[in-house]
């Protein structure tokens, strides 16, 4: 008998929608103030970023176990530049495509190790109502997981990074996330 190999969309919503439930429920809340919700969401968000770089970190390690990143015949100070480029052009191709069935819609870079990645549509997204604050809060703890699958997947080819992410909505929803390397940060 053969098994399907992926998961519904309707399915994987779900399990998001649940996840990011159990998150917030399991977060401490430690009072009534505004300051303490704002927290205790930030929480959550923390929560989920980390269950998406396990999740990358483990796929990552799946996906690329015969691949190489390399910039064959470059020069060195140009080879580590370009072989950030092929590992974070696996992501927006190959682990995108494995999590969310399509590639990152655009990736733009200023070649010093800043990535920009952006999917105008994300399914986990398209359910929420657009130009709300409530709204705009959910997706930003929704996009915590996808940030952390990122980050997951990028420190297992060996390139720590921080990753945000960005929320608009305008109508129609769209996400952008952004990659900053650890050897920029300082």
């Known amino acids: 008998m053969s098994y399907p190999t992926s998961v519904s969309d309707a399915a994987m919503e779900f399990l998001m929608t649940e996840v ?4 917030e429920e399991s977060t401490p809340k430690e009072g009534d103030t505004e300051e303490q919700a704002i927290f205790a969401k930030e929480m959550a968000a923390a929560k989920m970023e980390r269950m998406g770089f396990s999740v990358g970190f483990r796929l990552c390690e799946r996906m690329a176990q015969n691949r190489t990143f390399s910039a064959g015949g470059k020069d060195p ?3 580590v ?14 682990i995108w ?4 069935r399509k ?17 105008m549509e994300l399914r986990w997204l398209t359910r929420l109502p657009p130009n709300t604050e409530t709204a705009r ?3 930003i703890q929704l ?7 990122i980050r997951g997947c990028l420190a297992n080819l060996g390139i720590p990074a921080v990753v945000s992410c960005d929320f608009l909505a305008d109508g129609q ?10 050897d920029q940060i300082n």
């Open 103 to 119: 590639q990152i819609d655009k990736l733009q870079t200023n070649h010093r190790g800043v990535f920009v990645l952006k999917d």
């Open 20 to 23: 990011l439930r159990y998150v």
């Open 97 to 100: 495509m494995e999590v969310f």
């Open 173 to 182: 929803n769209m996400s952008a996330v952004f990659l900053q390397h650890q």
């Open 143 to 149: 996009l915590a997981f996808p940030c952390g699958i």
């Open 77 to 79: 100070s140009m080879a």
């Open 137 to 139: 809060v959910t997706a």
């Open 81 to 94: 530049a370009a072989a950030q480029l092929e590992a974070v052009k696996f992501l927006c191709k190959e």
